[in-house]
Nanobody, 122 residues
């Protein structure tokens, strides 16, 4: 299983970015896929997850209404659409995959991780 994130960058407050997570050796549409972030000097934080097969998505409260996760099965790619970005959204963002079709917000329950993509809002 390999996950590769892209799409990070620097943006002014109020701006938008779209992060991509391309999977290989893994079907994003059949298992649970999560997004996490880690700011400098802080613990890794769950952002949201999607269970595409069950049609369920959940977000942490701080990003509700601003972030959206979706999947394009044909591309085996998950996206994190971020809008109305705030300085506190600055972090390294990771996608992570479970091997079961059940989701959790616990990072330790995700065995596969991408390398991360940096998002800086300033």
């Amino acid at each position: 299983v390999q996950l590769v994130e892209s799409g990070g960058g620097s943006v002014a407050p109020g701006g938008s970015l779209r992060l991509s997570c391309v999977a290989s050796g893994y079907s994003v549409g059949t298992k649970c896929l999560g997004w996490f972030r880690q700011a400098a000097g802080k613990e890794r934080e769950w952002v949201g997850w999607i269970n595409y097969a069950h049609g369920t998505i959940l977000y942490t409260d701080s990003v509700k209404g601003r972030f959206a996760i979706d999947i394009v099965s044909a591309k085996n790619t998950a996206y994190l659409h971020m809008s109305s970005l705030k300085t506190e959204d600055t972090a390294m963002y990771y996608c992570a995959a479970r091997t079961v079709p059940y989701c959790t917000d616990a990072a330790r329950e995700f065995p596969y991780w991408g390398q991360g993509t940096q998002v800086t809002v300033s």
